[in-house]
């Protein structure tokens, strides 16, 4: 299906249901309503029922993990099919930097959005502290310098706003769940990072640090623009960055929504993208 500005069709009203959805909204949520481009509700199927009519188009998610679109970094703005690339592999925007590390921007893979100019406070890992309240941009390097686990560590530690990504290939993309998996350090002694807090600076942090895409972009929450992507994963759960402790899948006491696993099986692999009312199903 060809992506289309929302202005070229009538309002849509879709319910992507039969999932499971990665949502602070409800942990056990498996499906979400968007209409008009923007999340209207999410819940599980009861309430999906009563929400759907003949109005309403449905999306049978088939057991596929909901979770918000990630952001990657590139020299320089996508053409056409790359932006397509992007948005098959999970990412609904980018951080575009040049090779000198200045005039950034973070650029949502919507067709026709605008760049959002780096907020004045921002800081880049390795260029200085960050201003009190100002985010922390951090580049997940592939050198085999892992350096950057420690310092998204620390500054969430520290309460301090993380944005966190990885530059790409444009042309082949890398599956943006790498990061999280090598942020756990599952094959260390070393401390590392949780998944759900690499997901969240992959995601949400990015967001925040540009300020863009409003104050629930990143999320899946009613009134959040709709941008998120359903992923094939072998199993969920929540998993720490301890081996001494054990992580879980199941356990409704805990009422965290949960992740894939990573490490122990294949890598999830995107199905569907969401942007705003355009869908771009992944082959």
Do not use: C, H
């Not at 199941?250 to 294949?266: H, I, Q």
């Amino acid at each position: 299906m060809k992506d289309q500005p929302a202005g070229d069709r009538a309002p849509r009203t879709a319910m992507y249901r039969n999932g499971s959805v990665y949502s602070p909204a409800d942990p056990f949520a498996t499906a979400v309503l968007v209409q008009d481009g923007r999340i209207a509700w999410v819940g599980q199927e009861a309430g999906a029922d009563s929400l759907t009519d003949e109005r309403v188009e449905t999306v049978d998610l088939d057991g596929l993990l909901v979770a918000p679109g990630f952001a990657g970094i590139l020299g320089s703005e996508p053409g056409e099919q790359a932006r397509r690339s992007l948005l098959e592999a999970g990412y609904t925007g980018v951080v575009i930097r040049d090779e000198e590390g200045a005039g950034a921007s973070y650029r949502g893979l919507a067709e026709g959005e605008a760049p959002v100019a780096a907020p004045a406070g921002l800081t880049w890992a390795g260029s200085g502290e960050p201003a009190p309240g100002a985010a922390l941009m951090v580049e997940a390097r592939r050198d085999g310098d892992d350096a950057w686990i420690d310092v998204v560590r620390e500054a969430l530690r520290d309460g301090v706003p993380v944005g966190l990504a990885r530059a790409l290939d444009a042309a082949a993309p890398e599956n943006p769940w790498l990061v999280a998996q090598e942020a756990l350090r599952l094959e260390s002694e070393e401390a590392g990072v949780p998944a759900r807090a690499s997901v969240t600076a992959q995601t949400r942090g990015v967001l925040r640090a540009f300020a863009a895409g409003g104050p629930l972009g990143g999320q899946i929450v009613p009134d959040a623009p709709a941008r998120f992507v359903a992923w094939r994963a072998e199993s969920l759960m929540v998993q720490t960055a301890d081996s001494r402790i054990a992580a879980w899948s199941t356990d409704p006491r805990a009422r965290t929504p949960l992740l894939p696993e990573l490490g122990t099986g294949a890598t999830p692999r995107a199905e569907l993208t969401v942007l705003g009312e355009s869908d771009l199903p992944v082959r």
